[in-house]
């Protein structure tokens, strides 16, 4: 029968002739046939089990090794151990050396396979670029024939496989339920607009937006004309006590003419009005109770910018609105420099009871340039001996660093002072959803949890339309590589800082933050697909590809922190300065990722051929280390100070000698973690066996889903990435400064000398159910 014919079939059984229900199940395997595989030998077989839809077009061997290029993954099995790419998630490829191929990869990693003769490496080139190249529609992506030949594939998993991949209610209900539970008076201070239904005032917003109630439909239609794109104010996110908001929007419209738009200023204001309006369950200084020493706090002396935003005193119901924050993400020079372009930033002086400070964030080029400097520098062999400098060098951690503080800085503004905040910078979908939804995390416990972050993804980047196609690089002919940039990467960063900092206030651990790392390029999933939510309703993205939440669901204990203490509504208050952030190890560098023993082999980027011994010892490489003491009895007679944690390999070592002489078996991983043969542990799509000598095998409990075994047979590092066995989960308390100086650093949104009683924010290495002062 013809595809022709195919489709007439189709569109009789939806008129209730008996067959196939639907268009896409007939034609699943015409959409998207599988290719014919090339061998190079007959004798060779294919080394992993496909995915739905998945088909191995090339097959070969390297040397001590074997390669397949499918329409999904790279796959390089070694001897001892094996490499899985997504094809989406390489960013080039190129020849060295003559009979090496040198894969680049967009999360930094890199892949080196070595070839016997000249012409064979030229073959693959050939192959794999062809492989990678920027898909020329959506159908050449991935996640389309993964989710039509999972529909297709059996008619008994059909609704099965349909309610799993999809994302749960407190996603695609997100606005209601957001404003139910953020409690918005929406009978006399806000409303919900439909101006953008069917995407037609801004093809980047959500149709629905909060905002006064007050301002009408036709005055926001005005504001459109005047800001970047359309994009309007409008209101994310308020704070349950005091009423305080915070709106995000793109750049007022100035140009060089000094243009003006009243309808734009009365919006502005009215945002502060209307929290005035709905104040929430204020609290007053006199119902503080904790009394923080003068000084005490976060420390603005190293950063580049002094706030007043400390020391005023807390919102009353029967004051004026409290002075509007506009924080622009730029630099001031780069706000005028955009006026050369149409663009600019607000001036004081037209909007009344506002004002405007910038932070100085570097645009998207500086931010690829940096990130390419710190992939040159973790894919260094051997271990470059200025590594610290070269880390140095490339900036990342500056950057991080900037957009931390200025996450601080709404935080603090929101929290401390009761204070409304705007956010944007020049189009308002790359810096100011990374500082928008960094401060909702600071300030809201909800977004810590694995329901609450989903939301915040889908609200603040996808909702409001952060380009994924074009930074990410997989949007149909996207060949302009100044387009590109890892912005979800870097918010992922500090979230990931943020994590390590306050290590038990998070519910998901840190292989959720790398495998939404991983499949945010990956294209196995529909959910960061295209630019904007228009597009993706358009092209039907929500039914005919999977969610990715359905992997990183609340129920999939891969992915759960066992030391998250619920219940608690701490503010975070991390510290911001560059020498306290971490270099993401299990992102960057090529065996720190945190897996499971049955993903030990998946991990790998590098060939052995090209690892030294300090590479394999992955004991080593993945734990904490501390200062190590070859004999503990003499150290200890010695009088020197031990201060080893069991995250240190050797001590651990001795620990488990000394139980087992004494009949005990080994201990579990602190925090409810399940014991290194514990069924938990196992990955549930990966069936490889392990290369770690010291792991005992284990025995993999069946799928028992269709998505669960669809996720076992994926090979992409599918997995529950076990949690280091470290007994220390708190980072070590700061050694004492001179009298009169706080213990932690001051954060750059509030000012020494203030004296104003304020809720005890939460700092790093405080418990958060002993939480004391610093003084």
């Given at each position: 029968?013809?595809?022709?014919?195919r489709?007439?079939c189709?569109?009789?059984n939806?008129f209730?002739?008996?067959g196939?229900?639907?268009?896409?199940?007939?034609q699943a395997?015409?959409?998207f046939?599988?290719k014919?595989?090339?061998?190079e030998d007959?004798?060779?077989?294919?080394?992993?089990p496909?995915?739905?839809g998945?088909?191995v077009?090339?097959?070969?061997r390297?040397?001590?090794?074997v390669?397949?290029?499918?329409n999904?993954?790279l796959?390089?099995?070694?001897?001892?151990s094996v490499?899985?790419?997504p094809l989406?998630?390489?960013e080039?490829?190129e020849?060295?050396h003559?009979?090496?191929?040198?894969i680049t990869?967009k999360?930094s990693?890199?892949?080196?396979?070595?070839?016997s003769?000249f012409k064979?490496c030229?073959e693959?080139?050939?192959?794999?670029?062809r492989?990678i190249a920027?898909p020329?529609?959506l159908?050449?992506?991935f996640?389309l024939?993964y989710?039509?030949?999972c529909?297709?594939s059996?008619t008994d998993?059909?609704d099965?496989?349909?309610?799993?991949?999809?994302?749960?209610?407190?996603?695609?209900?997100?606005?209601q339920?957001e404003?139910?539970?953020m409690?918005?008076d929406?009978?006399?201070?806000?409303?919900?607009?439909d101006i953008n239904l069917?995407?037609?005032?801004?093809?980047s917003?959500?149709?629905?937006?909060?905002?006064?109630v007050?301002?009408?439909d036709?005055?926001?239609e005005?504001?459109?004309?005047f800001?970047?794109?359309?994009?309007?104010p409008v209101?994310?996110y308020?704070?349950?006590?005091?009423?305080?908001?915070i709106?995000?929007?793109?750049?007022?419209e100035?140009?060089?003419?000094?243009?003006r738009?009243?309808?734009d200023?009365y919006?502005?204001t009215?945002?502060?009005?209307?929290c005035?309006?709905?104040?929430?369950t204020?609290?007053?200084?006199?119902a503080?109770?904790c009394?923080?020493p003068r000084?005490?706090?976060?420390?603005?002396?190293?950063?580049d910018?002094d706030?007043?935003?400390?020391?005023?005193p807390?919102?009353?119901?029967n004051t004026?609105?409290?002075k509007l924050l506009?924080?622009?993400?730029?630099?001031?020079?780069?706000a005028?420099?955009?006026?050369?372009?149409?663009?600019?930033?607000?001036?004081?002086e037209?909007y009344?009871?506002?004002?405007?400070m910038?932070?100085g964030m570097?645009?998207?080029?500086?931010?690829r340039?940096?990130f390419q400097s710190?992939r040159?520098?973790c894919?260094?062999i051997p271990?470059?001996?200025?590594?610290?400098?070269?880390?140095?060098?490339t900036?990342w951690l500056?950057?991080l660093?900037v957009?931390?503080?200025?996450a601080?800085l709404?935080?603090?503004?929101v929290?401390?002072?009761?204070?409304?905040v705007l956010?944007h910078c020049s189009?308002?979908?790359d810096?100011?959803?990374q500082?928008?939804?960094?401060?909702k995390?600071?300030?809201?416990?909800?977004?810590?949890t694995l329901?609450g972050?989903?939301?915040?993804?889908?609200?603040?980047?996808?909702?409001y339309g952060?380009?994924f196609?074009d930074?990410?690089?997989h949007?149909e002919?996207?060949?302009d590589v100044?387009?590109?940039?890892p912005?979800f990467?870097q918010?992922?960063?500090?979230v990931?800082?943020?994590?390590?900092?306050?290590p038990?206030?998070?519910?998901?651990?840190?292989?959720?933050l790398?495998k939404?790392v991983q499949?945010?390029?990956?294209?196995l999933?529909g959910t960061?697909?295209?630019?904007n939510?228009?597009?993706?309703?358009?092209?039907?993205?929500?039914?005919?590809?999977c969610s990715?939440w359905?992997?990183l669901?609340s129920?999939?204990?891969n992915?759960q922190?066992?030391?998250?203490i619920p219940?608690?509504d701490?503010v975070?208050q991390?510290?911001?300065?560059?020498r306290a952030?971490?270099l993401?190890?299990?992102?960057?560098?090529?065996?720190?990722?945190?897996?499971?023993?049955?993903?030990?082999?998946?991990e790998?980027?590098?060939?052995?051929?090209v690892?030294?011994d300090e590479?394999t010892?992955r004991?080593?490489?993945r734990?904490p280390k501390t200062?190590?003491?070859?004999?503990?009895v003499?150290a200890?007679?010695?009088?020197?100070?031990l201060?080893?944690?069991?995250s240190?390999?050797n001590l651990n070592?001795?620990c488990?000698e000394?139980?087992?002489?004494?009949?005990?078996e080994?201990?579990a991983?602190?925090g409810g973690?399940?014991?290194?043969?514990?069924?938990e542990d196992?990955?549930?799509?990966?069936g490889?066996e392990?290369?770690d000598s010291e792991?005992?095998p284990?025995?993999q409990?069946p799928p028992t889903?269709?998505?669960?075994?669809?996720q076992r047979e994926?090979?992409?590092?599918e997995?529950?990435?076990?949690?280091?066995?470290?007994?220390?989960?708190q980072?070590l308390?700061?050694i004492a400064?001179?009298?009169g100086n706080?213990h932690?650093?001051?954060?750059?949104c509030?000012h020494?000398?203030?004296?104003?009683?304020?809720?005890r924010?939460?700092t790093?290495?405080?418990?958060?159910?002993t939480?004391?002062s610093?003084g």
């Open positions: 029968m013809s595809l022709a014919d489709v007439a189709s569109l009789l939806c209730g002739e008996e196939p229900p639907s268009l896409e199940y007939i395997k015409d959409l046939p599988p014919e595989l090339v061998s007959d004798n060779l077989q294919v080394p992993f496909a995915l739905q998945e088909g077009e090339y097959l070969g390297a040397d001590d090794a390669i397949a290029i499918s999904y993954r796959h390089i099995k070694f001897k001892d490499i899985n790419v989406m998630l390489i080039s490829v020849s060295r003559m009979f090496q191929l040198h990869c999360d990693k890199v892949v080196r396979c070595h070839f003769t064979q030229q693959w080139l050939r192959r794999l670029n492989a920027h020329g529609r159908e050449d992506l996640a024939a989710h039509a030949w529909l297709g059996s998993d059909e099965q496989h349909l309610h799993l991949c999809r994302p749960g209610d407190h996603v695609r209900q997100r606005l339920m404003v139910k539970r409690g918005f929406m009978q006399n201070a806000w409303r919900v607009s069917k995407y037609k005032l801004c093809s917003y959500p149709q629905q937006l909060l905002v006064p007050w301002i009408t036709k005055e926001l005005s504001v459109g004309s800001r970047s794109s359309n994009r309007i209101v994310v308020r704070h349950q006590r005091n009423g305080a908001v709106a995000r929007c793109s750049q007022p100035i140009s060089w003419w000094g243009w738009n009243t309808e200023e919006l502005v009215s945002i502060a009005k209307a005035l309006m709905d104040p929430g204020r609290i007053t200084c006199e503080l109770a009394s923080q000084g005490e706090g976060p420390d603005s002396s190293d950063s910018f706030s007043s935003l400390t020391g005023c807390g919102p009353d119901a004026a609105p409290q506009i924080l622009d993400a730029r630099s001031y020079t780069a005028v420099a955009n006026r050369a372009k149409g663009g600019g930033c607000e001036c004081e037209y009344p009871n506002c004002e405007v910038f932070m570097a645009n998207i080029h500086s931010i340039n940096s710190l040159a520098v894919s260094q271990d470059p001996g200025n590594w610290l400098s070269a880390l140095e060098s900036r500056q950057h660093s957009m931390l503080k200025a601080t709404v935080c603090s503004a929290e401390r002072e009761g204070r409304p956010v189009d308002g979908w810096r100011t959803p500082i928008v939804a960094l401060a995390i600071l300030l809201d416990p909800f977004y810590r329901e972050f989903q939301v915040l993804v889908e609200t603040e980047w996808l909702d952060h380009k196609g930074r990410c690089g949007q002919d996207a060949v100044s387009e590109q940039c912005v990467l918010w992922l960063d500090c990931h800082q943020l994590f390590k900092q306050f038990c206030l998070f519910e998901f651990n840190e292989a959720f790398v939404l499949h945010t390029y990956s294209c999933y960061f697909l295209c630019n939510g228009r597009e993706r309703e358009v092209r039907n993205i929500h039914n005919r590809t990715v359905s992997l669901r129920g999939n204990k992915f922190n066992f030391l998250f219940g608690h701490m975070l991390p510290v911001c300065h560059t952030l971490q993401w190890t299990a992102v960057y560098l090529p065996t720190s990722s945190p897996c499971t023993s049955a993903e030990d082999a998946m790998l980027y590098l060939s052995p051929s690892q030294g590479l010892s004991s080593l490489d734990l200062r190590s003491m070859d004999n503990l003499s200890f007679e010695n009088g020197v100070a201060t080893r944690t069991s240190d390999p070592k001795h488990q000394a139980r087992t002489a004494h009949g005990l080994p201990m991983s602190v973690g399940a014991s290194p043969d514990s069924p196992i990955s549930p799509d990966t490889l392990s290369d792991v005992e284990v025995t409990t889903t269709p998505v669960e075994r669809e994926e090979g992409f590092e997995a529950d990435m076990r949690e280091e066995i470290c007994l220390t989960t980072p308390p700061p400064l001179e009298q706080p932690f650093p001051l954060s750059p509030s020494p000398s203030s004296t104003r009683p304020s809720p924010p939460l790093p290495g405080s418990s958060p159910s939480a004391t610093d």
